[in-house]
């Protein structure tokens, strides 16, 4: 059973470029939320897709934005890349019956220079 | 609004001994509580759920939390701690099923000695 997973692994930007995460949930599920967790915190929920929809979205700037494709997989985008955006990046699955049931791939490190 | 708070950033315990990961709630609402555990370098992995079926819920690798409303508490256990143990553990809330957004507290760093 194919868990969730998530590319690339590590990602390496300097401020004001833009970068893209993609992350493939887990087999049978159709619900995708992003986090972003900073170094020493814990994760801070970014939004959640569903049906190819924004459904819940955190306390983020528009700078960040996703998408939701047809087999479920996902993408989060960031623009004007900040120092303060440098953070592990986590892709959670989950089914639409029980959304907070949430299973995480191993993120994307996220270092912008 | 809702929150949890783990209540130390730091705990070390000795092979075999028991383990305590202490943490309070706030919720307006009928919680949906979590325990993940993060081990360095990897993502997030579900220890156990509490939903209102029981109050104490049994979880992966020997781990068990018991849920206390009238103290507001969500209390992360096991008997006895093993050197894989060593792990940084999560205490969440959320709203329930409908509700996607996961609240994390800071986290609490779990060492074992041995």
């Known amino acids: 059973d194919a868990g969730v997973t998530q590319s690339p692994t590590h990602l390496i930007k300097t401020r004001g470029q833009q970068v893209t995460l993609r992350c493939s949930p887990k087999s049978g599920h159709d619900t995708v939320s992003w986090y972003q967790q900073a170094l020493g915190q814990g994760p801070q929920f970014i939004f959640q897709y569903y049906e190819e929809e924004e459904r819940q979205r955190g306390n983020f700037p528009d700078r960040f934005s996703g998408h939701q494709f047809p087999n479920y997989s996902s993408e989060l985008n960031v623009n004007a890349l900040l120092l303060g955006d440098s953070a592990l990046y986590l892709c959670?699955?989950?089914?639409?019956?029980?959304?907070?049931?949430?299973?995480f791939g191993p993120g994307t490190r996220l270092t912008v220079l | 609004a809702q929150s949890v708070t783990q209540l130390d950033s730091h705990v070390s315990v000795s092979e075999g001994t028991p383990v305590l990961l202490r943490c309070n709630y706030s919720s307006s609402y009928s919680p949906s509580l979590f325990w993940y555990v993060q081990h360095p370098n990897k993502g997030l992995q579900l220890l156990l759920k509490y939903t209102s079926a029981a109050t104490l819920v049994k979880g992966i690798n020997g781990f068990e939390a018991e849920f206390k409303k009238s103290e507001t508490s969500f209390h992360l256990t096991k008997p006895s701690a093993h050197m894989s143990d060593a792990a940084e553990y999560f205490c969440?809330?959320?709203?329930?099923?409908?509700?996607?957004?996961?609240?994390f507290g800071k986290g609490t760093k779990l060492s074992v000695k041995p």
């Open positions: 969440v809330v959320s709203q329930g099923g409908s509700q996607g957004n996961l609240i």
């Open positions: 959670a699955s989950s089914l639409v019956g029980s959304r907070d049931t949430q299973y």
